[in-house]
């Protein structure tokens, strides 16, 4: 037996223990000089050349090979769950993006706090959509906008509130609040020690009208849709303060690869320019009464 059957005899042997990571790169180039000069042993030589090229790759490329955790959560209308199915212009625009770069990842539904602690402790994370807000933006790697939203304090027709300012708002009894969530962190960072936070908006717009809040800190857009989803008349509530007006982002967690995020940033851009994040959102401005994109109701 020749000493070029031996060694690719022994190889084999290492390959088929599950031993492919022990494989340094410079074994696999040593390989595939090997197999160079075998005439036989066919399958063999074919199973190793498949699993030597991708121990290579995996070697060369441990970025591009890596699994990405997505996250989201139920916050309507850029992102919710109806009939048990994720949907929303946000689920959209990132599955084109997850076809665009080859990534099969299942998007995963957490209540926010739950998903913004992995962004933050985790490798390989992606969340959407963040509020990009200053304090967040060099916790984590960004692309967008997805949309733009303004933060608004609500509260029930007929409640006899007015807010004028901040410390106005802080002289109420109770403000729902979504845990963890943006506009709890910006009222807080104003001093305010009156929030009653939950893990769902919902709970906030059934709260209010049951009188259990007196304010509800949300967004508009979405006010409508999570008015229909919980089961309350939207024309009950009003808008009596608003507090900002800021971009919803798609994050990565900050040990992400460059390379992933530039793979992603490079799919958006290319969305943005083709006309399908055009598209996607002039659909869900048709769809949805409360119009994900009130920008593009102005336009003629």
Request: charge should be neutral; hydrophobic fraction near 40%.
């Given at each position: ?33 090997l ?13 190793l050349?498949?699993?030597?090229a ?15 955790i ?8 850029l ?78 027709k ?76 939207y ?32 799919a ?33």
């Amino acid at each position: 037996m020749s000493s070029s059957i031996t060694n690719l005899d022994h190889w084999h042997h290492l390959l088929g223990d599950g031993n492919e990571e022990r494989i340094p790169v410079g074994g696999c180039i040593k390989l595939f000089s090997l197999l160079q000069g075998i005439d036989g042993k066919e399958a063999i030589v074919k199973k190793l050349f498949i699993l030597v090229a991708s121990v290579f790759f995996v070697s060369v490329h441990p970025a591009l090979s890596a699994e990405l955790i997505i996250l989201t959560e139920n916050l309507p209308p850029l992102n919710y769950v109806e009939d048990g199915v994720l949907v929303g212009p946000s689920v959209d625009t990132v599955k084109e993006i997850q076809r665009k770069v080859g990534s099969q990842e299942e998007i995963k539904v957490y209540p926010w706090a739950r998903a913004y602690k992995m962004a933050l402790e985790k490798e390989n994370v992606v969340l959407f959509g963040m509020t990009h807000t200053k304090v967040r933006h060099e916790q984590f790697k960004w692309i967008g906008p997805l949309a733009t939203k303004r933060d608004i304090l609500v509260a029930r027709k007929g409640s006899g509130i007015r807010i004028n300012s901040l410390d106005d708002a802080k002289k109420v009894n109770r403000i729902g609040t979504l845990r963890d969530d943006t506009r709890e962190r910006l009222l807080k960072s104003h001093g305010f020690t009156n929030l009653e936070p939950v893990s769902d908006e919902q709970m906030n717009a059934k709260k209010l009208m049951l009188g259990r809040i007196d304010l509800w800190a949300y967004k508009i857009p979405g006010l409508r849709t999570v008015c229909e989803l919980a089961g309350v008349d939207y024309n009950e509530m009003e808008e009596v303060y608003s507090l900002r007006e800021i971009n919803v982002d798609i994050a990565f967690s900050k040990k992400t690869s460059d390379s992933i995020v530039q793979k992603w940033e490079n799919a958006f851009n290319e969305m943005g320019a083709d006309g399908t994040l055009m598209k996607i959102r002039e659909k869900w401005n048709r769809k949805l009464p409360d119009a994900p994109f009130p920008e593009l109701e102005d336009k003629p």
